[in-house]
C-alpha cells in the first residue's frame, strides 16, 4: 500500500509543480545543436564534378550526370530516401555539399522528393540556404585518408 | 431520449407509489418527502397536478438533466480528461482550439461522429447495437434519484439506492453482449472479464453501502444525505459534519476501490486492458457506436462518484447557501473523477486472477467485517 | 579493477589450458569427426560432416564446456554452402571455437544442431529461408522471415530478384481459420499482433488460450525484415556500412550497434583506434544504453501499467536530455553515424566544458530521477505482485536459448561482454556487472535499472579521463586507408554487448572492398525465442509483460 501511495505522490508532485517538457512546435522551435544534419544543399557554384559524393552515398540518393569530357550536366537529388548519414559532406573537396540544419519540408508523395537541379533552386524550404552560411562545414571528420586511391573519375 | 422515457416511467411509478409529493423545504433537511424537479418545474409554470403535468414535466427535468451530464462528460471526457492526463506527464495538452483549447470538445465530436461505422463481419446485429445503448441508459438512469443539490432530483423513491445500485449493474448486460456480438475474440474476453469483475465487486459495493443504510437508516437517498447534515466535532469555528467518510473512513476507502473495480479503472481496468486485449469489450465500436461507449464509460464514473459523493460526502453539502448545493455536489463528483485519473496516471493494471481474488477473497471478507462492525456499533451506540 | 569476477574453474573442461584454448586437445576431442581445420580471425575452425553436427556440438558442449551458440551463419561459396555454428563459453567469452559445416551444393543438408542447442532452432530456420540449407531432424523447418510462400532463397547468388512472388490467396494460410488446436474444443487460437498495442512493432504471436491462460504461444516474426545482411554486402567496408547498424536497434542504441560492426572490422583490417577515441566511443556507447533502457523502462510500464501511465512520458523526459547530448555530440538524434573505423567522426564539440558541465548535470541530475522511478515502479506493490515470479526464465533455459544481455542477467547469468571479452576503454575503468536471480520480469526490470546507474558510473569516469586528456594527443581517428579490402576468404566473427544483449556481426572478406558476408547476430533474435518458455501456462497479462521484459526491437529481430 505505501509503494502505490509513493507512486501516487510522484505522479502528483509532477501534476502540481506545473512544469512541462514539451514545447509548443513551431512556436518554439526545439534548438538543434550545430552538428545537426537536416536537408542536403547543394552549391552547383562549387561543384567540380568529382561524383565522391555519388559513389560514397549508401542509398543512391545523390546521381550524377556528366558528358564525356566530364562536365556537370544533371545532378539530381532523391532527398526522400536521404539517410542523413553526412558522408557527401564528408567526402566532397570543395564544401559543395552541406546538410543544413533544415529539418522542416514536406511533399503529399515521396517521389515529389526526387529534384534534379534546375528543381533544386526552386524548392521553397531549399532555395534560400547558403550552405556556408548555415553552418561551418567541418572538415575534421574526414581525417586519416592514409594511402588508397581517391576515387575521381 | 430513450433513457428519458425509461427515466420517466420509474419516475411516475414512484410519485404514484408514494403518494403526493407534498411541497416540502428543498435541501432535504427531516426525513419528510423533498419536492422533486419535476414538481418545482410544475409548480414554477403555474402547471396544476395531474398524471399528464407529472409526465410532461418528467420528460422536462430528465431532459436537463441528462443534457448537463453529458455536457459534463464532453468537458471533462473529452478536454479534462487530456490537460489532467498531461499535468501528471509534465506536457501541455490541447490549447489551439479556442480559449484552454475548450473548442477541442466541438472538433473531437465532429470527428467521432463523421468516422465511418464499421462492422465487423458476423456481428451478431441488433444485439450488436443495442449493447452500447444499454450501458449509456444504466448509467443515465442511476441519475434519476440522485439528490444533486439545490433541488435537482428527479425522484425520490423509498429504495433509491437499491434503484441505483440495480441500474448500474444493467451496465454489465451491455458488457457481454458487446462482447459477445462484436465476434471478436478479444471483445469476448473482455466481455468475459467485465462480467467476472463486475459480480465480483458489485457484492462488497453493496456490502459496503449497506453499512451507511445501516447509519442513515433509510435507503432513501435524501434521507441519508439529511442523516449526514449533524455536525461530527467542532473545532473553535470549523465544525466537521458527520460525513460517512469522517463518521466510517474504512467503509469509505473500500466502497472507493471497489468502486475503481465497478468503473473499470486502474488498477482494475481489466475489461478494456488495451495493452493486452486492445480495447477488450469495445474493440469493434467504432463511429458513433464508439462515443456512446466512451459516454457509458464516463457517465458511470460520475455516476459513481455520484454515489461516492452521496454517501460518504454529504451530497451537496458544502459551505455557503443551500442554493450552491449543486456546484458542491458537482464538486465533489469531479473530484472523484480526478482520482481515476490520478490512480490511472500511477497504480500498475492487476492480473484478471489477482483482480477476482482481491474481490472475492478479500474486498468481500472486509466488506462484510465493515457490516458486522458498523450494525455492533451502530447498536451500542445508538 | 572492481572487473575480476569469481569465475567458475573452467579447468576441468577440454582444451582449457593457462595460455588458452588448446585447439589440438580440442581436435582430438572430435577425434574423427573433424574432416578438417579452419582458421578464423579470433577462433579456430572444425570442419564437420554434415551428418555428424550434434554429435560434435553435443561434445564441444559436454566435455569441452562450450555453453554458447552465439550464433548460426549459412553461407554459399562456388563450390559449396556452409554453415558455421560459432560456440562461446558463459563463463569466459573469449573462448571461441566455430564448428564449420560444408554441404553440396546440388542438395544442401546438414544435421540439425537443435538438439544440443536450443537456439539453433531459429537461428537454423533463418538459413533454411534466407540460404535454402535443409536442416534435418529439425523439429520444425519452416520459414521464419520471409513469408511462408516465398519462391527461391534470396541470399543464394543464382537467387533472381526480379522473379515476381505472386501468391493466390488460397495458398496463402489464413490465420483466422482454425479457431482452436486440432481437436481441442476448449482451446481458442487469438494472434496478438502483428498490430497490437502490446507487441512493441510488428510481431504477430500466434497464441492459444485455454480461458485465460496461455497454453501455447508461437512468435512470427519478419514483417520488419528490410535485407539488413544483403544491403551491407553491397555496401563498402570504409564508409557505406557505418550508417545502417543504427537502423537495426533503433531504440537510441546506435553507437553500440555501431560498435559491433566497428569492432568486427577492425579486427578483420587489422586497424588501431586511439585510446583517446575509445574513452569517446565508451562514453557515447553508455550514454546509448541509458538511452536505450530508460525507454524499454517506459514501455514496459505501458505494458503492465495500462496506456495513460504518466512513467513512459517520465522516462521520456529523462531519455531527452541523454538524446540531446548525443546530438550535440554525433549531429543526429537516433541514426548517429558517429564511429568511423579506426575512432570516431567527431572530436567533443566546442566549447568542451560546456559539454562536460552538461553531462555532469545530467549525471548528477540522475540518481534523483532514477530514485523517482524506484517510488513509482519497482516499489509499488501492484507492480512486483504482478512481475514477481512470472515470466520465469530458469538460467539453463536462458543459455540454451543462448540469451544475453539484461534477459540473461536477470537469470543470474553473470555475462557480459564489456567485462568478459574486454573492447573499447572499459577494462580501465571502474563499474560492476549487474545481476539478479529472480529470473522473472521483475529481475529483469531491475537489471536495467541498476545498469542505468553502473553506466552513469562509467560515462562519469570518461568525463573525468576526457577533461583531462592532453591537447596535442586528441586523436580521433588512426590512419585508415581510403579503401578498406581485406585479405580474400578472411573470416571474422565479433561481437559487443549493445543495448540488449550480445551484437555479433561475422564477416568474410572476398577480396573486394565489400564484405562477401555480412551476418548479424542479433540479441533480440535470441531473446525472443525463449518468449514460449516463460509464458507458456501463464495469464495473457503475464504474457505481455514477459515480452515487455525482454525488450525486442523488432528492428533488430528482423533486420
Request: aromatic share 10%; charged share 20%.
Amino acid at each position: 500500500m505505501i509503494g502505490i501511495l509513493k507512486g501516487m505522490a510522484t505522479t502528483m508532485k509532477h501534476a502540481l509543480d506545473g512544469s512541462t517538457f514539451t514545447v509548443e512546435y513551431p512556436e518554439t522551435a526545439p534548438e538543434v545543436s550545430p552538428r545537426f544534419r537536416g536537408v542536403h544543399k547543394f552549391s552547383q557554384e562549387r561543384c567540380i564534378w568529382c561524383r565522391q559524393c555519388e559513389n560514397v552515398c549508401p542509398n543512391d540518393t545523390i546521381q550524377i550526370v556528366t558528358d564525356d569530357q566530364r562536365n556537370g550536366e544533371q545532378y539530381n537529388l532523391h532527398i526522400g530516401q536521404c539517410i542523413y548519414c553526412r558522408l557527401c559532406e564528408e567526402v566532397c573537396p570543395v564544401d559543395a555539399i552541406l546538410l543544413t540544419q533544415n529539418f522542416e519540408f514536406t511533399a503529399d508523395t515521396k517521389d515529389e522528393f526526387a529534384y534534379n537541379k534546375e528543381q533544386l533552386k526552386n524548392v521553397p524550404w531549399y532555395k534560400d540556404i547558403d550552405p556556408l552560411a548555415s553552418r561551418e562545414p567541418d572538415r575534421g571528420a574526414w581525417i586519416g585518408e592514409g594511402d588508397g586511391e581517391v576515387d575521381y573519375e | 431520449m430513450n433513457w428519458g422515457l425509461l427515466q420517466q416511467a420509474n419516475n411516475s411509478t414512484n410519485g404514484s407509489g408514494n403518494g403526493t409529493n407534498a411541497t416540502n423545504a428543498s435541501g432535504g433537511m427531516g426525513g419528510g418527502e423533498v419536492q422533486t424537479l419535476p414538481d418545482t418545474l410544475a409548480s414554477l409554470l403555474g402547471l396544476g397536478d395531474g398524471p399528464l403535468v407529472t409526465f410532461v414535466m418528467g420528460i422536462v427535468a430528465a431532459g436537463l438533466v441528462a443534457s448537463f451530464l453529458l455536457t459534463l462528460v464532453a468537458v471533462s471526457g473529452i478536454w479534462g480528461k487530456r490537460k489532467i492526463t498531461a499535468a501528471f506527464t509534465d506536457r501541455i495538452a490541447v490549447n489551439r482550439h479556442g480559449p484552454f483549447g475548450l473548442l477541442i470538445i466541438v472538433a473531437d465530436a465532429v470527428r467521432l461522429l463523421s468516422k465511418e461505422l464499421i462492422v465487423p463481419d458476423g456481428a451478431d446485429r441488433p444485439a450488436y447495437d443495442i449493447a452500447p445503448i444499454i450501458m449509456v441508459s444504466s448509467a443515465l438512469l442511476g441519475f434519476a434519484v440522485i439528490p444533486m443539490g439545490s433541488g435537482i432530483q428527479l425522484a425520490d423513491p423509498e429504495a433509491g439506492l437499491v434503484y441505483v445500485f440495480a441500474v448500474a449493474s444493467i451496465a454489465s448486460v451491455g458488457l457481454v453482449t458487446a462482447g459477445y456480438a462484436s465476434n471478436n475474440k478479444f471483445s469476448f474476453l473482455g466481455g468475459l472479464r467485465a462480467v467476472a469483475q463486475n459480480i465480483a465487486y458489485e457484492i462488497p459495493l453493496v456490502v459496503t453501502a449497506a453499512s451507511v443504510v445501516i447509519f442513515a437508516g433509510s435507503l432513501r437517498m435524501s434521507e441519508i444525505v439529511a442523516a449526514q447534515s449533524a455536525t461530527l466535532v467542532s473545532l473553535g469555528p470549523v465544525s466537521i459534519p458527520a460525513w460517512y467518510a469522517f463518521v466510517n473512513p474504512f467503509a469509505f476507502v473500500l466502497f472507493v476501490a471497489a468502486n475503481l473495480a465497478e468503473v473499470g479503472r486502474n488498477p482494475f481496468d481489466v475489461p478494456e486492458a488495451p495493452t493486452e486485449i486492445v480495447a477488450g469489450w469495445q474493440t469493434e465500436y467504432s463511429s458513433v457506436y464508439f462515443v456512446l461507449c466512451y459516454l457509458s464509460e464516463f457517465i458511470h464514473i460520475f455516476l459513481g462518484g455520484a454515489i461516492i459523493a452521496t454517501l460518504f460526502l454529504g451530497g451537496p453539502a458544502g459551505p455557503g447557501p443551500e442554493a450552491l448545493g449543486f456546484v458542491w455536489f458537482v464538486l465533489k463528483m469531479l473530484a472523484v473523477y480526478l482520482f481515476t485519473q490520478w490512480a490511472r496516471s500511477a497504480v500498475p493494471r492487476v492480473r484478471i486472477d489477482q483482480l477476482i481474488e482481491i474481490g472475492w477473497k478479500g474486498m468481500l471478507v472486509l466488506s462484510f467485517a465493515n457490516l458486522l462492525l458498523t450494525a455492533v456499533i451502530v447498536g451500542v451506540a445508538f | 579493477m572492481s572487473l575480476e569476477k569469481p569465475r567458475p574453474s573452467t579447468t576441468d573442461h577440454v582444451g582449457v589450458t593457462e595460455q588458452g584454448l588448446d585447439y589440438e586437445a580440442l581436435a582430438d576431442l572430435l577425434g574423427d569427426l573433424v574432416v578438417g581445420r579452419e582458421s578464423h580471425i579470433n577462433a579456430e575452425g572444425f570442419v564437420v560432416r554434415p551428418e555428424r553436427v550434434a554429435e560434435a556440438l553435443g561434445r564441444l558442449k559436454q566435455q569441452a564446456g562450450f555453453d554458447h551458440c552465439s550464433c548460426v551463419t549459412a553461407q554459399e561459396y562456388d563450390d559449396r554452402f556452409e554453415s558455421i555454428y560459432h560456440l562461446k563459453k558463459y563463463a569466459d567469452p573469449t573462448q571461441e571455437v566455430s564448428v564449420v559445416v560444408p554441404t553440396s551444393r546440388d542438395d544442401p543438408r546438414s544435421q540439425s544442431g537443435n538438439s544440443v542447442f536450443r537456439t539453433a532452432d531459429w537461428h537454423e530456420r533463418e538459413a533454411y529461408d534466407l540460404m535454402g540449407i535443409t536442416y534435418d531432424e529439425h523439429p520444425d523447418l519452416r520459414r521464419i522471415l520471409l513469408p511462408e510462400t516465398w519462391q527461391g532463397h534470396p541470399l543464394r547468388m543464382d537467387y533472381d530478384q526480379e522473379q515476381p512472388q505472386v501468391v493466390t490467396f488460397r495458398e496463402h494460410a489464413n490465420p483466422l481459420k482454425e479457431d482452436h488446436r486440432e481437436d481441442d474444443a476448449d482451446t481458442m487460437f487469438v494472434n496478438v499482433g502483428p498490430h497490437h498495442p502490446a507487441t512493441h512493432g510488428v510481431l504477430h504471436l500466434k497464441t492459444v488460450l485455454d480461458g485465460e491462460t496461455v497454453a501455447d504461444v508461437d512468435p512470427d516474426i519478419g514483417y520488419l525484415h528490410r535485407c539488413e545482411e544483403q544491403m551491407c554486402q553491397q555496401s563498402t567496408y570504409r564508409h557505406q556500412i557505418m550508417p545502417y547498424p543504427d537502423r537495426w536497434d533503433y531504440i537510441s542504441a546506435g553507437i553500440l550497434n555501431e560498435w559491433a560492426y566497428a569492432r568486427a572490422a577492425e579486427d578483420l583490417a587489422g586497424l588501431e583506434v586511439p585510446e583517446y577515441a575509445q574513452v569517446i566511443r565508451t562514453m557515447s556507447a553508455e550514454m546509448c544504453r541509458i538511452a536505450a533502457h530508460l525507454l524499454a523502462l517506459g514501455t514496459f510500464a505501458l505494458d503492465v501499467y495500462g496506456d495513460f501511465t504518466a512513467i513512459f512520458m517520465y522516462s521520456t523526459r529523462d531519455r531527452e536530455v541523454v538524446q540531446n547530448l548525443l546530438e550535440d555530440l554525433t549531429g543526429q538524434r537516433l541514426m548517429f553515424n558517429y564511429l568511423r573505423l579506426g575512432g570516431v567522426a567527431w572530436d567533443l564539440p566546442e566549447p568542451r566544458e560546456e559539454y562536460f558541465e552538461k553531462v555532469r548535470d545530467f549525471l548528477d541530475d540522475l540518481p534523483a530521477k532514477l530514485e523517482e522511478y524506484h517510488d513509482l515502479v519497482t516499489g509499488n506493490e501492484i507492480f512486483q505482485l504482478r512481475c514477481v515470479n512470472t515470466g520465469v526464465l530458469e538460467p539453463d533455459v536462458a543459455k540454451s536459448y543462448g540469451a544475453t544481455g539484461p534477459v540473461a542477467r536477470g537469470s543470474g547469468i553473470d555475462y557480459d561482454l564489456r567485462r568478459d571479452d574486454p573492447y573499447g576503454y572499459y577494462p580501465e575503468l571502474d563499474w560492476d556487472v549487474v545481476t539478479e536471480d529472480g529470473c522473472d520480469n521483475y529481475s529483469r526490470v531491475l537489471v536495467r535499472m541498476k545498469e542505468i546507474e553502473e553506466s552513469a558510473k562509467i560515462i562519469g569516469q570518461c568525463v573525468d579521463l576526457l577533461e583531462e586528456w592532453p591537447e596535442e594527443e586528441r586523436e580521433i581517428q588512426s590512419n585508415v586507408p581510403r579503401t578498406l579490402k581485406p585479405d580474400n576468404d578472411t573470416e571474422v566473427y565479433r561481437a559487443v554487448e549493445a543495448a540488449k544483449g550480445e551484437l555479433g556481426i561475422y564477416m568474410r572478406s572476398d577480396g573486394t572492398d565489400t564484405p562477401a558476408r555480412f551476418k548479424i547476430r542479433s540479441p533480440c533474435f535470441s531473446n525472443l525465442q525463449t518468449l514460449p518458455e516463460m509464458s507458456t501456462g501463464e495469464y495473457i497479462p503475464d504474457l505481455i509483460a514477459s515480452l515487455g521484459s525482454l525488450d525486442i526491437v523488432l528492428g533488430e529481430v528482423d533486420r
